[in-house]
């Protein structure tokens, strides 16, 4: 597809990011298992459950502006996603599992903030008022998660630092 409209660049970025979101959705199960946490293993739950939301979202979005809901494969999700599987596999104490965990997902969530609000802004821009609300939504939850990731950090890091 010619990108020749900043319509066109809305479009490849909300396919983009379709991809992303569904790639989450898959690896999300695995740090639940992965994390030891009780707090962490609770927010990703809970950011799975929000993350089918925001597929459901996204296909809304698309609807919105009269476009099939179509993937793009994100490569970048898919780096994050990997570098991820690279730390569940390591030996590592369970506090400092979860940190890298943190860690891990953090990179995700500022991936998606930035996404969104770039996606946000076009949607202005092109006068998209449905599915501004809709990804506002999105990147509300992003924040949130983010937020929420950040908190529980403070105890989860204080914990691999001790246990070393």
């Known amino acids: 597809m010619a990108t020749h409209s900043l319509a066109d660049a809305f479009l490849e970025e909300l396919q983009d990011v379709l991809s992303a979101e569904t790639q989450l959705v898959k690896a999300l199960p695995q740090m639940v298992e992965k994390a030891s946490d009780h707090a962490l293993k609770q927010v990703f739950e809970s950011h799975l459950y929000e993350t089918q939301t925001h597929?459901?979202?996204?296909?809304?979005?698309?609807?919105?502006?009269?476009?099939?809901?179509?993937?793009?494969?994100?490569?970048?999700?898919?780096?994050?996603?990997?570098?991820?599987?690279?730390?569940?596999?390591?030996?590592?104490?369970?506090?400092?599992?979860?940190?890298?965990?943190?860690?891990?997902?953090?990179?995700?969530?500022?991936?998606?903030?930035?996404?969104?609000?770039?996606?946000?802004?076009?949607?202005?821009?092109?006068?998209?008022?449905?599915?501004?609300?809709?990804?506002?939504?999105?990147?509300?939850?992003?924040?949130?998660?983010?937020?929420k990731l950040t908190q529980i950090a403070l105890t989860v890091n204080q914990a691999a630092k001790m246990g070393r």
């Open 55 to 147: 597929v459901e979202r996204l296909e809304e979005v698309f609807e919105s502006i009269g476009q099939p809901p179509k993937a793009k494969k994100c490569e970048a999700m898919a780096g994050l996603i990997r570098e991820a599987g690279g730390i569940m596999r390591l030996d590592a104490e369970q506090e400092v599992m979860d940190a890298l965990l943190i860690a891990a997902a953090q990179k995700i969530e500022h991936y998606e903030i930035a996404t969104y609000g770039t996606l946000c802004t076009w949607a202005e821009l092109l006068n998209f008022v449905d599915g501004l609300q809709l990804l506002k939504q999105n990147m509300e939850d992003e924040e949130a998660a983010d937020d």
